[in-house]
């Protein structure tokens, strides 16, 4: 009896491990975490656009920089206002780079395009069935990160969707702007996450007594 238990309560726990390991998660109310870079992006990837901040949601640099700085976006699953957003990072996770041209994985939107979308250089960030899933208005053309190109001011970096390239740009251009945040919503969990869970709890205190 204390060895069945003992397997049930595991595959409990591996049940939820493989909820846990998915690495875009989408946590309702338009939020979407990558919990391998731990940052949250807006499931609308045109945001500006769809807001009412922008006519066609591409600005320059420095508009883009002030549009995410200064967006209040309401969560209407948790209840809850954000206001702590900002542009992609193009910086590798570690802090190094930025990385220029293809496969870029480090950066943030590299890292979505590459290792989340599942895509190659020279492809559309519209071919991701994977993405497709998960976003709304996904441009195929290049969108700023919030990150400057050290060696000359003038420029910025940015991610060129329809090729999958991260290169320099000059700050007037204009270009589309996707918001992302630091860290991870308060999820919702799942009545079945919730089962398994309660299920794990109550094998491992009937093993503590029986031991």
């Known amino acids: 009896m204390s060895r069945k238990l003992t397997s049930f309560t595991l595959l409990a ?38 807001s009412g901040y922008d006519a066609n949601g591409r600005m320059s640099w420095q508009a883009a920089k002030d549009w995410a700085a200064n967006l209040s976006y309401y969560d209407s699953v948790r209840g809850v206002t954000y206001d702590d957003w900002r542009l992609p990072s193009s910086l590798n996770a570690d802090g190094t780079g930025p990385c220029f041209l293809i496969n870029c994985t480090g950066s943030e939107m590299g890292h979505l395009f590459y290792t989340e979308g599942g895509l190659n250089a020279g492809q559309s960030i519209l071919s991701s ?76 205190g009937v093993m503590r007594r029986r031991g």
């Open 129 to 204: 069935t994977i993405l497709d899933d998960y976003f709304i208005h996904m441009q195929s053309r290049a969108y700023w990160s919030g990150t400057e190109f050290m060696p000359n001011s003038s420029f910025a970096w940015i991610f060129a969707n329809n090729l999958g390239v991260q290169l320099t740009s000059l700050k007037p251009l204009e270009f589309y702007a996707w918001a992302v945040r630091p860290g991870d919503v308060a999820a919702v969990p799942e009545a079945a996450t919730l089962l398994l869970l309660g299920l794990g709890l109550a094998g491992l």
């Open 13 to 50: 726990i591996l049940s939820l491990s493989g909820v846990a390991q998915a690495t875009l998660i989408n946590r309702g109310g338009g939020l979407i975490y990558d919990d391998d870079l731990n940052i949250t992006w807006l499931a609308d990837a045109n945001y500006a656009k769809t």
